[in-house]
């Protein structure tokens, strides 16, 4: 992936990049649950580390992590998983 790859989908989401987009969380799912839908709907180029983590920690983006190995340091300088 180039720089203008990696420039191309800091302004999509994981909702788009890692279809099916998911459905939202039932109205009883906890504070977790809803931030990791959450942010699946912001922009790559808009999430923090602290957010990053979090995905990380609930798996979600460890399948395009593993489809791509330098897929998050290609979005996030200097990221080692």
Request: charged letters at 20%; aromatic letters at 4%; glycine letters at 6%.
């Amino acid at each position: 992936m180039g720089p203008m790859d990696r420039l191309l989908h800091l302004n999509r989401t994981l909702d788009e990049l890692d279809p099916p987009r998911w459905v939202p969380p039932a109205a009883d799912a906890t504070h977790l649950v809803r931030t990791v839908h959450e942010l699946r709907r912001v922009p790559l180029g808009e999430l923090g580390a602290a957010d990053l983590r979090t995905l990380l920690s609930q798996a979600v983006v460890t399948g395009m992590a593993q489809q791509n190995p330098r897929w998050l340091a290609s979005i996030w300088r200097g990221f080692v998983m």
